[in-house]
DNA sequence: TCAACAGTTTAGAATAATTATAATATATAA
DNA sequence: TTATATATTATAATTATTCTAAACTGTTGA
């Protein structure tokens, strides 16, 4: 779901009707340049913010997930109290800033290549991941 | 904290009160071969076993957040509506498979070390790990 | 055009993991 | 042994998420 779209014509291509509700949450999420990782509560609070009317919660979650199981959002697992969700949906690695909370998509060409020598019989790979974790650097005040 | 120790000792040279609860609790997790990885529901589960009374859900939450504290656990984030815990509290990379949901530690050499190439300023790097999602390869029945 | 129907939204209830509370019990220092 | 700080416990509270069931809306085809 690319930037700028008809999302009416999009939502019913992939067999989701186009209410006013789905079509304004992907305007929030798709409409931008960048990358989107939110929370629920975070995608909640800019449709407050961006709409004068309010979407319900139910809603939130029921579409959010709609478009996960489409293939349009992705989940991240960054910590296990509340579930992240990514607009990129392509296998790709992350920074986790533990100061901001925010996550930071890598570049295919900022972290080389994971070489996997393991092999497990009868399994098949998924998904190779990396999650780098940073903080700020109080440390070298010199 | 190893394999077949004085866990009163041990405890108390942490600075935590040798509790017959929390002994218990430390041959479950520590008197092991390997690493142990568990949520909270898998250790209360395990705790009844073994003993024949049972530790209070309020106390192995206590417990496995203080030892975690004093650097004995590390949690690890899989997915987003439980906690993992691991007795390996070093930075290391897992396998998980999506079928079984068990998680494999790998050892140094079976992944080659990652290579960051990105840089944030103000900020340091404080883990890089790696997650693997294996799943039965249905596929090649061949 | 418009009724019919399936799919959607919604408020609120239910669930599940986790954390807080406060009374009771225990470990340890004096 | 006794006093004090800490820990355990049952239970309540909280939080994220899912479920429910009634009201509503988008779509289809007479
Ligand atoms: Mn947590
Ligand atoms: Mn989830
Ligand atoms: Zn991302
Ligand atoms: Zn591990």
Redesign the interface.
């Known amino acids: 779901m690319l930037k700028n779209m008809n999302f009416i014509e999009k939502l019913r291509e992939t067999g989701l009707r186009p209410t006013k509700q789905r079509v304004k949450i992907c305007e929030i999420l798709f409409n931008r340049e960048k990358t989107f990782h939110f929370t629920i509560n975070d995608l909640a609070k800019k449709i407050f913010e961006e709409l004068n009317e309010k979407i319900s919660l139910a809603t939130v979650y029921n579409t959010v997930h709609a478009l996960q199981k489409k293939g349009y959002l992705k ?1 991240i ?8 969700f990514d607009t990129n949906t392509s296998v790709h690695h992350h ?1 986790y ?2 100061d901001t909370h925010q996550l ?1 998509d ?2 295919e ?4 290549t ?5 092999n ?1 019989t ?16 109080n ?1 070298n005040q010199n």
Not at 77 to 84: D, E, F, L, V
Not at 109 to 112: D, G, T
Not at 114 to 118: L, Q
Not at 123 to 137: F, P, Q, T
């Open positions: 989940e697992s960054i910590n296990s109290n509340k579930s992240y920074f800033d533990e930071i890598c570049d060409n900022e972290i080389e994971v070489n996997i020598k393991k497990i009868g399994k098949k790979i998924n998904s190779v991941e990396v999650l780098v974790r940073v903080a700020s650097d440390q």
